[in-house]
């Protein structure tokens, strides 16, 4: 929407179309569809058949998305669509991998990393989904050596790992352990004594104050390992089962603990076993727990690049909307962990490391074997081309991902420029969901800044997320996911993407049900009606569509080509509407973008100005009258219809190819907006309102008395103020078309006619519609002595509420001043009710 409004506003637009190749996603899917076709498993196909199964499914069902874009309308470029795994992004992605390790970014360690199970591979530590969750909080006796009779409780809700345990840890300042520093215990099913060690870390008043220590299995334990130089043991293998020399080897890692927990029971070591609520971390991809591990990984050095990063936002370079993701994102950059790049999968960019052999203990980093073997030959190693061994690890799909604003642009490397980057970059608007903050946004900051020294948006736009109607996420696995392409069959694609705009309010989420498109739906019929009224009248007042098209170049929107009083309310209505919505476009307020072209096409456009031109062409004026209103509403239409391009593309299209016959070779989506000179007229709004609470107060009157529309009633004026008098006067004709009533306005101010309703239009003008033949009075009565209880009992309650000093002196001042205002209305239309009801007896 923010493109399309860009184009239409005179700017150099560019929407480049990409997808990524979602490394662990796409991997597990073709995996999962081999087994079921009970083809041979990945590691027996090989990486080069495997590579070939994945890319026949890309090519299958690798556009499914790219295809639902463009039935919804989105108008990218198609022909510059790119993907991560294409020649150009994949070039980018070596030679950033190579640039950040020369520069000391990037390196090769051995440290706790989060570990799937299921997928087999690592994970960063935004692809790990915390959950709360109930487990089983164990305390467990870890016996002293010298004394068994005495013991330190530990509590663990990871009994499994006690397997690894290579120290028990306390702080130094614990009185109750202090005298334990320095002895050992014995590890509980294991029989192998470990150190009691004194750490500053360990939080006396958490759990026992004492803490198992597991290094290869917990992050925190592991740099507790390293500053005492503890061994690391592990006892979990990478497919989440044992293998530990204890009598569990090849369980299941959660069936492990159950038997654990039996038989630590059996050898009387636990002290008790409480219910402990607490976060658990899940694999994105796989929603299973993932595992704490130590392994041997590639890293980015995360603390140099997100400083400048960091201020780039906190300095306004960089504006998020809404704003409050700013702290989102200062608390993540200020707590950043490098980030794990490397992934043990065959689908995606293969690392660009080079070993001489198995041991890995000597490489280099090259683009290609070639490159290899001039940099071992460098370095004094002499290999054959045969014995290179390249990195089996993939890269993290977000490595090429953070690249974007860059290799969607041609850039493949630091210093490298293009015609379209020297143009589009920096970009304007980055539009993404919150919830990629972390993975995509900051990291393509820190690219961008890191590459070029250049921020690469000035903008990052928010968008809702979409849930259900129980607020739920919508998810496929959930199943409450409408397929777009099904709604879009059922409503139409405008509909749709009317309604998900139009429900989507800057910084909330959309609570949203396929049913609530009918309203997009009805809004399109609304539209559709419209155009299709004022185009059967142009073939009715004009000969022939060149006639047309020649005088309508001459349309101007200004209050001298407007005559009437509804034609100038709806030019100054036009340029109130057109001045809140750019207003809403340069403040990323994107819901406003549909709601207001919705609001002045649906409630001021149609239902009153249409309206009006209905009547107006039925009075047998001179044509030339009925051609320039014609004119006039064609062009209003046709600038509305700009308006709301951006969220309904199909129909506004449509639209305005019926409006400009003959241009077919031209576009809605490539006209600008129209420049108003006409600015807000306070008065002509003032004095269409007038005439507007006149008609919506006979039409409510008449619908709550169940009069039948044909009838022709009767009403009496009577007014104090002589220019409302006259605006009633000039537009009498209009109104009595619009409530179907014949109004008489008296020179003098006149009483109230017996059996007559009065209707309160202003301070100074009141209305009456004489009843006699027009309703049933008992059942009116009956009515007006049920709505005087009903008023009566809410007077009552908003007395009480503002009598009660404790509302007065403690709420808002203008809560207040909205509950008075209230009890204003109310007892004014208590009273109106009481005349009423006596002018019926």
Same mark, same amino acid.
């Given at each position: 929407m923010e493109f399309a409004f860009g184009r239409m506003s005179q700017f150099a637009s560019l929407w480049l179309p990409g997808t990524d190749h979602a490394g662990i996603a796409t991997q597990a899917v073709v995996e999962r569809k081999l087994k079921k076709e009970k083809k041979q498993r990945r590691q027996d196909l090989g990486r080069e058949k495997f590579l070939d199964e994945v890319w026949e499914w890309k090519e299958t069902y690798g556009d499914l998305i790219v295809n639902q874009l463009k039935a919804l309308g989105v108008s990218c470029d198609w022909r510059r669509s790119i993907f991560t795994m294409d020649t150009l992004p994949s070039e980018?992605?070596?030679?950033?991998?190579?640039?950040?390790?020369?520069?000391?970014?990037?390196?090769?360690?051995?440290?706790?990393?989060?570990?799937?199970?299921?997928?087999?591979?690592?994970?960063?530590?935004?692809?790990?989904?915390?959950?709360?969750?109930?487990?089983?909080?164990?305390?467990?006796?870890?016996?002293?050596?010298?004394?068994?009779?005495?013991?330190?409780?530990?509590?663990?809700?990871?009994?499994?790992?006690?397997?690894?345990?290579?120290?028990?840890?306390?702080?130094?300042?614990?009185?109750?352990?202090?005298?334990?520093? &320095?002895?050992?215990?014995?590890?509980?099913?294991?029989?192998?004594?470990?150190?009691?060690?004194?750490?500053?870390?360990?939080?006396? &008043?958490?759990?026992?104050?004492?803490?198992?220590?597991?290094?290869a299995h917990d992050a925190t334990d592991y740099a507790i390992a390293v500053r005492h130089h503890l061994p690391l043991i592990s006892v979990i293998g990478k497919d989440g089962k044992m293998t530990d020399e204890y009598g569990f080897n090849g369980l299941d890692r959660f069936e492990a603990r159950k038997q654990i927990i039996e038989k630590l029971t059996e050898a009387e070591l636990l002290v008790k076993i409480e219910e402990y609520e607490h976060n658990v971390g899940y694999s994105e991809r796989a929603d299973v727990v993932v595992e704490p591990m130590l392994s041997e990984q590639w890293f980015v050095k995360m603390e140099p690049l997100a400083k400048p990063a960091l201020n780039a936002v906190e300095n306004g370079e960089i504006t998020f909307h809404p704003d409050y993701w700013v702290s989102t994102y200062r608390h993540w950059m200020t707590t950043i962990n490098d980030w794990c790049i490397s992934r043990q999968l065959w689908w995606g960019h293969r690392i660009p490391v080079f070993y001489t052999n198995a041991s890995k203990k000597d490489f280099v980093v090259a683009r290609n074997k070639?490159?290899?073997?001039?940099?071992?030959?460098?370095?004094?190693?002499?290999?054959?081309f045969e014995e290179l061994i390249q990195e089996e690890d993939v890269l993290d799909t977000w490595f090429s991902s953070w690249l974007w604003p860059l290799t969607t642009l041609g850039w493949t490397q630091k210093g490298s420029e293009t015609d379209d980057l020297k143009t589009f970059y920096p970009t304007d608007t980055l539009v993404t969901g919150p919830d990629i903050i972390f993975f995509w946004v900051a990291r393509m900051i820190m690219a961008g800044l890191y590459f070029t020294k250049q921020i690469p948006f000035k903008n990052v736009y928010f968008t809702s997320i979409i849930r259900d109607t129980k607020g739920r996420k919508l998810s496929k696995s959930l199943g409450n996911s409408p397929n777009p392409l099904d709604v879009i069959a059922t409503y139409g694609t405008d509909a749709m993407r009317f309604t998900v705009v139009f429900l989507a309010p800057l910084g909330h989420d959309i609570r949203f049900s396929k049913e609530q498109c009918e309203h997009g739906r009805n809004f399109a019929t609304k539209i559709w009606n419209a155009a299709r009224f004022l185009f059967m009248n142009r073939n009715i007042l004009f000969q022939d569509l060149n006639q047309f098209a020649q005088n309508y170049r001459n349309v101007a929107l200004e209050s001298t080509f407007a005559k009437t009083l509804d034609e100038q309310w709806i030019v100054s209505r036009l340029a109130t509407a057109s001045y809140s919505y750019h207003e809403a476009c340069r403040t990323l307020k994107v819901n406003e973008m549909a709601r207001v072209p919705y609001h002045f096409l649906w409630d001021d456009f149609c239902d009153w100005f249409i309206e009006c031109l209905k009547f107006r062409f039925q009075e047998n004026v001179n044509i030339d009258?009925?051609?320039?209103?014609?004119?006039?509403?064609?062009?209003?239409?046709?600038?509305?219809?700009?308006?709301?391009?951006?969220?309904?593309?199909?129909?506004?299209?449509?639209?305005?190819?019926?409006?400009?016959?003959?241009?077919?070779?031209?576009?809605?989506?490539?006209?600008?907006?129209?420049?108003?000179?006409?600015?807000?007229?306070?008065?002509?709004?003032?004095?269409?309102?007038?005439?507007?609470?006149?008609?919506?107060?006979?039409?409510?009157?008449?619908?709550?008395? &169940?009069?039948?529309?044909?009838?022709?009633?009767?009403?009496?004026?009577?007014?104090?103020?002589?220019?409302?008098?006259?605006?009633?006067?000039?537009?009498?004709?209009?109104?009595?078309?619009?409530?179907?009533?014949?109004?008489?306005?008296?020179?003098?101010?006149?009483?109230?006619?017996?059996?007559?309703?009065?209707?309160?239009?202003?301070?100074?003008?009141?209305?009456?519609?004489?009843?006699? &033949?027009?309703?049933?009075?008992?059942?009116?009565?009956?009515?007006?002595?049920?709505?005087?209880?009903?008023?009566?009992?809410?007077?009552?309650?908003?007395?009480?509420? %503002?009598?009660?000093?404790?509302?007065?002196?403690?709420?808002?001042?203008?809560?207040?001043?909205?509950?008075?205002?209230? %009890?204003?209305?109310?007892?004014?239309?208590?009273?109106?009710?009481?005349?009423?009801?006596?002018?019926?007896?």
């Open positions: 980018a992605v070596v030679n950033t991998f190579i640039a950040l390790f020369e520069a000391g970014l990037i390196y090769k360690g051995k440290r706790i990393i989060n570990w799937c199970p299921e997928t087999g591979t690592a994970l960063s530590d935004e692809e790990v989904i915390m959950k709360t969750q109930t487990d089983k909080l164990v305390y467990v006796k870890y016996l002293l050596a010298e004394n068994p009779k005495e013991f330190i409780p530990v509590a663990t809700v990871r009994p499994e790992t006690i397997l690894a345990d290579v120290a028990v840890a306390v702080n130094p300042n614990d009185d109750r352990y202090s005298r334990f520093i &320095g002895k050992d215990v014995i590890v509980p099913l294991c029989g192998k004594m470990v150190p009691i060690i004194a750490d500053e870390c360990i939080e006396i &008043g958490f759990g026992t104050g004492a803490l198992k220590v597991t290094p070639e490159e290899a073997l001039t940099k071992f030959a460098e370095n004094g190693i002499a290999i054959s009258v009925k051609q320039t209103s014609l004119l006039l509403a064609i062009r209003i239409f046709e600038e509305s219809l700009k308006m709301l391009h951006p969220v309904m593309p199909f129909i506004t299209e449509e639209i305005w190819q019926t409006i400009h016959f003959g241009r077919k070779n031209e576009s809605i989506s490539k006209q600008t907006f129209l420049s108003l000179t006409q600015e807000k007229n306070e008065t002509t709004e003032m004095e269409m309102e007038f005439v507007i609470k006149i008609v919506s107060e006979i039409r409510a009157t008449r619908a709550s008395l &169940g009069v039948t529309p044909t009838i022709v009633a009767t009403i009496q004026c009577s007014t104090k103020n002589e220019h409302e008098k006259k605006l009633t006067e000039k537009n009498r004709y209009i109104i009595e078309k619009l409530t179907r009533t014949h109004i008489h306005i008296d020179k003098k101010n006149v009483l109230k006619p017996a059996r007559s309703i009065t209707l309160l239009i202003s301070s100074e003008t009141e209305m009456y519609l004489q009843l006699e &033949g027009l309703i049933d009075f008992e059942k009116e009565r009956n009515r007006l002595t049920k709505e005087i209880s009903t008023l009566e009992n809410y007077v009552l309650s908003l007395k009480a509420k %503002l009598s009660q000093a404790g509302f007065t002196e403690r709420a808002p001042a203008h809560v207040v001043k909205e509950e008075k205002h209230k %009890l204003s209305e109310a007892e004014h239309k208590l009273a109106k009710h009481r005349i009423n009801l006596r002018e019926l007896e």
